[in-house]
């Protein structure tokens, strides 16, 4: 089980459970088809965010039951809230999880995104026991891919036109670290 104490601390960011007065500034970045490009979902109409938000209100603890901890990403300085990000829970049997994130393009660029997914591998390997942390992505999805690479995770696959994805044949990556490869102090 994970239920960590909120807020979730980093230098520049708190980590927290998203509340229904997050509407608008979720909205401002899952409404973006730049954003959900690369994402399972097209881009949000405000009541299709409204009800995914109503859903992540449920996800700020883990557990084998509830299989999604995903939690608000918010700038430290400002209060502004600049992410996304999800563990789910793949196997308590084998103790794996699968990250993910989005974040608001205005925040690009800045090692926010490197920041936050610390905490969460941090949270998935310490907190709960986690073997084994994987992150999939579009292979034409550069940000992505660079992002786990510079969180260490090694890439273990690329698969070609795995699946059909928003109307067409597409490559995915996959990459993933082990526990006793995690190094928290990096």
Avoid at 32 to 47: F, G, K
Wanted: hydrophobic share 40%; with cysteine.
């Amino acid at each position: 089980m994970l239920n960590p104490t909120y807020p979730i601390k980093t230098p520049r960011l708190l980590l927290r459970p998203f509340t229904m007065d997050d509407l608008d500034e979720l909205h401002s970045f899952h409404s973006r088809p730049d954003v959900v490009r690369y994402l399972p979902w097209d881009a949000r109409t405000y009541d299709g965010t409204r009800a995914a938000l109503e859903t992540k209100l449920g996800q700020a603890a883990l557990s084998a039951e509830n299989g999604t901890f995903n939690i608000a990403v918010e700038l430290r300085e400002t209060g502004a809230l600049i992410g996304d990000i999800f563990l789910f829970w793949r196997s308590p049997e084998h103790r794996q999880g699968e990250i993910g994130f989005a974040f608001h393009p205005d925040y690009h660029g800045q090692g926010l995104a490197f920041e936050a997914s610390r905490e969460i591998l941090r949270l998935g390997f310490d907190d709960l026991g986690l073997h084994r942390i994987y992150g999939r992505c579009d292979a034409r999805n550069d940000a992505s891919a660079r992002l786990m690479e510079r969180l260490g995770m090694r890439r273990e696959a690329h698969l070609v036109e795995n699946e059909l994805f928003k109307g067409e044949w597409g490559d995915e990556l996959i990459y993933a670290m082990l526990q006793r490869e995690w190094t928290p102090a990096a």
